[in-house]
Each structure stands twice: as C-alpha cells, then as structure tokens.
C-alpha cells in the first residue's frame, strides 16, 4: 500500500509541516540537574534532518517545586534549561524541522528509583496515583490557581523561544489526567464532580491560561490517553456521548489538536464501529486529530520497558485508516528514538533498512 498521504503537506496556524509523521514525546532523563545538554539538542536535530514533520519533546516539566519525580527530567523554567531548549529550537529549525516542547506536571508519582525525591511533597487533585495509593498532597485553591499560571509561562516561554506550537501533557495519569479520572479527582469543589465532564475543569482553565498567553494563532496539542498505566484496559469516556462531553470543552477552551494515544493503534475505540481513538475525537469535534500506538513495530511500548523486543510491522492499515480520513497526523515513537532516519527510509521504500526496537535504545541518546 502506497505510503503518499504520510507525506503530505500540513498546516495550521504556525504548523507549516513537510509531512504528516509527528515524533512522538518520549521521556528521555538525560537533561542534568533539569537543564538539556548540548547531545540532547543534537538528539532532536538529528530527527529534524531526518525528515521528521513535527518533533514532540520528550516531556519538560513546568515551575512547581513537585512538578518531576527524576533529577534528569528536562524543566521548561529557569535560565539555564530555557537556553538549553533555546539551543534546541535553533538547531532543529537550522536542519528545516518544526518542533513543540510538551509542557509537563507529572502529579502524584511514586517515588523514583533512584531515591531522588523533590524538595517538597508532590501534589494532585486528592493526593493519590492510582486507587489506593497516597504519595503527595491534595491541592490547594492557590496551588491550581499557580500551577495554571505555571502552565501558561511555560506556554509563553516557548512562544518567546521560536517553538512552533506547545503539546500539554493530559495523558497517562500524569497531573491533568489525575483531574480528568474519578479514581484520583475525589474533590467536591469546582475542580471534581461525578461527571467526566465536569473533571474537565483544571484542563480547561490550563488551555485558556495557555491561549490567553500565546495568543490565538499559536498551534495549541493535548495529549489525552483513555488508558492509565495503573489500568491498560480503563476508559474515561465509555460511550462516544462521554467522549463528546470530555473533548468538547478542552475545543472550547483553545485547543486546536488532539493527541490521542493508545497502545496500539488499531483497536477500535468503542463497539461497533472500527474507528480508533482519533478516528472518534475527528469524527465528534471536527478537530485535528494525531493517532499513536505501536506504529511500525510489532510490540507496544509499555512491554517495551518490560523488556519485550519489537521488530519492524506493515504501514499498510495506518495507510488504510489515513486514507480513510480516520486522523490528520501519525505519531511515532520508538521507531524514531531507535533510528533518526526512519523516515526517510519509509519515503524511499528503504523497508528492508528500518530497526527493530529493543530496552537497550532506552539507554542511550541515539544518533545514527
């Protein structure tokens, strides 16, 4: 199956993309002491050069003093990782890429292995990751109304810097999504609620503290996931009319993309119908849509982590799906991360060239 549409141009708002392919964000800990290195910002114009169309960061945590669980996680503040992230930019955009920093609060974590912890306790909706587990503090007015404001500098940061749009990170059970899951959002205040829809507060006042910063021309993305780590199978929105009242009011409120990730991307989102995860978010909101999960690999990414080996998979129902009309852009992760010319060698039919993915890769910023 042709690979054409993959390589189609995109624009919208300040996105002027040379193809439809989106590097994945991928937590990377190589940035000391939260201030990315000059191979970090090879890294990434290594991925620019290899024809990659939008470039997600690796997650960059915003100003709150609990906002990582890892000393080597990137932060987007303070004037030594923001020139880091300066030199970034430069190089990706020197190499003719476009790129987007995901902005970042990790929420209610356990405790890194390492044994770093933050200087003061992390902070969630109601103090809890997962059910039944307690690590942090629930917080306060003053601690939302700052962490909004925290998001939004870190927006405007970015803007100033030259980055083409901005990615929130509203998925995978980090901070935001710990607003959106009744299981970690017990509060009875006007940031809780029995109804997804009403747990959808904090992110809409992040999205309009962002757009009210960046303006309304700047590419606004959220990445949204159903699944949490602590539950692969748990979905927020069990019907499409759940999911209309979740997307709905983040649209609203300023976003112009949704980022929706799955672990494979392939399996349909609800019964009776095939469509995915952004297959349903394009078809409910009209908005751009970017799918993900376990694109060209045989495995998916969190048995990665586990150790699981993955080998190079078919394009060809991604094809199909895109050429559907299911979604507007392709994310990929691991594939990228492995090798900084998968695209280009998915332009040029080089099939028999692409890498398998193993941990190893985890371990390294890889640059060849």
């Not at 090879?42 to 100003?63: F, H, M, N, W």
């Not at 810097?161 to 607003?179: P, R, S, T, V, W």
């Not at 780590?229 to 019907?239: D, S």
Request: charged share 25%.
């Amino acid at each position: 199956m042709s690979t054409q549409n993959l390589f189609r141009p995109f624009q919208l708002k300040t996105l002027k993309l040379r193809n439809r392919i989106v590097m994945a964000p991928m937590t990377r800990s190589f940035s000391p002491n939260g201030i990315p290195t000059e191979k970090v910002a090879a890294y990434y114009q290594k991925r620019a050069e290899g024809e990659v169309g939008l470039i997600l960061s690796e997650g960059t945590v915003i100003d709150r003093p609990s906002s990582s669980n890892d000393a080597n996680i990137p932060h987007f503040y303070g004037q030594q990782a923001l020139a880091g992230w300066q030199r970034v930019i430069d190089q990706v955009h020197a190499a003719g890429g476009q790129m987007g920093p995901q902005i970042w609060h990790m929420g209610i974590m356990d405790n890194h292995p390492s044994g770093w912890v933050p200087p003061v306790p992390f902070e969630g909706p109601s103090g809890l990751n997962r059910p039944g587990f307690t690590n942090g503090s629930t917080m306060t007015q003053k601690d939302i109304d700052d962490t909004i404001l925290a998001f939004g500098k870190a927006a405007a940061d970015a803007q100033k810097a030259g980055f083409d749009c901005i990615e929130l990170h509203g998925a995978h059970g980090y901070l935001i999504d710990q607003f959106f899951w009744e299981a970690t959002n017990l509060r009875t205040d006007a940031y809780g609620g029995k109804t997804l829809a009403e747990r959808t507060r904090f992110a809409t006042d992040v999205i309009r503290e962002v757009r009210k910063q960046v303006g309304e021309d700047f590419a606004v993305i959220i990445r949204l996931s159903q699944f949490k780590p602590a539950e692969y199978t748990h979905k927020l929105a069990k019907t499409p009319q759940e999911m209309a009242a979740w997307l709905e009011p983040l649209v609203d409120a300023g976003v112009d993309v949704l980022h929706c990730s799955q672990r494979r991307f392939w399996e349909p989102e609800f019964d009776g119908s095939d469509l995915n995860f952004a297959g349903w978010a394009k078809k409910l909101t009209g908005k751009t849509t970017i799918t993900v999960g376990s694109v060209g690999l045989t495995g998916e990414f969190f048995g990665a982590f586990a150790g699981e080996s993955s080998q190079p998979a078919s394009l060809d129902e991604l094809n199909r799906r895109m050429d559907r009309g299911d979604f507007d852009l392709v994310a990929v992760g691991r594939p990228i991360l492995a090798d900084p010319n998968w695209v280009t060698k998915i332009k040029t039919g080089r099939t028999s060239e692409l890498k398998g993915f193993s941990k190893e890769a985890f371990a390294e910023l890889i640059l060849d």
